[in-house]
């Protein structure tokens, strides 16, 4: 079968070879996903499979509720959480999710990333909370806490997840791989920062 969704299979390839180059997802975990518009559903890269792996093999079509209706892969664990998030937040239409190092790092020890550049804060919507869900993949039971940290903060474009990574919303895949980006070095500066 022909799969179809070519542009957001590309957006999503582009956007998992280029966080697997830089290592800010190694190995196989990692997640990332964009909505299809007009239905109630997402491409979303499949379990198993690394970010330099990323291609129309290797991603499904969801539901909001993880039900496979194309591809023939099981989708990521964190799939779930990507569907309520579409489902409650009309504006977000990619998300991506990585174990980047000084994200993660910082998660360990602290409540919220703090913004070590004016840029960041801007660009961030100054509030990027830490959940500490207390399992490798955010179960079910947590989504509300996240959906009303969220809703009561609309400006607020990502959360990391302590001894887990971080996940950002955008309006696309390059919105949402530059959030993180930005996350990213954020963290990065955040913990030079407080050397010397
Ligand atoms: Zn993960």
């Known amino acids: 079968m022909d799969f179809p969704y070519k542009e957001q299979v590309e957006a ?15 190995s196989n975990g ?6 299809i518009a007009g239905k109630e559903q997402m491409l979303v890269k499949a379990t198993d499979v ?37 489902r409650v937040f009309p504006h977000i239409g990619a998300i991506m999710h990585c174990h980047s190092p000084y994200a993660t790092a910082w998660a360990a020890a602290h409540e919220q990333l703090e913004f070590a550049t004016h840029h960041s804060r801007l660009k961030l919507g100054g509030y990027v909370p ?22 009561n903060h609309p400006d607020t474009c990502g959360f990391l997840l302590k001894a887990h990574g971080q996940v950002t919303l955008g309006k ?10 930005l996350v990213e070095e954020t963290a990065q500066i955040a913990i030079l920062s407080k050397i010397g």
């Open 12 to 26: 999503l390839q582009q956007a998992a070879e280029r966080f697997y180059r830089l290592r800010y997802q190694m």
């Open 30 to 35: 990692g997640n990332l996903s964009i909505r």
């Open 50 to 86: 690394a970010f330099d792996e990323v291609g129309r093999d290797t991603v499904v079509v969801t539901d909001f509720d993880g039900n496979v209706i194309l591809g023939d892969k099981k989708p990521s664990k964190e799939a779930l959480l990507h569907g309520a998030l579409y």
């Open 130 to 151: 830490v959940f500490d869900t207390r399992s490798y993949a955010v179960p079910k039971e947590y989504f509300p806490h996240i959906l009303e940290n969220l809703a």
């Open 172 to 181: 696309d895949m390059r919105e949402a791989a530059y959030l993180a980006e």
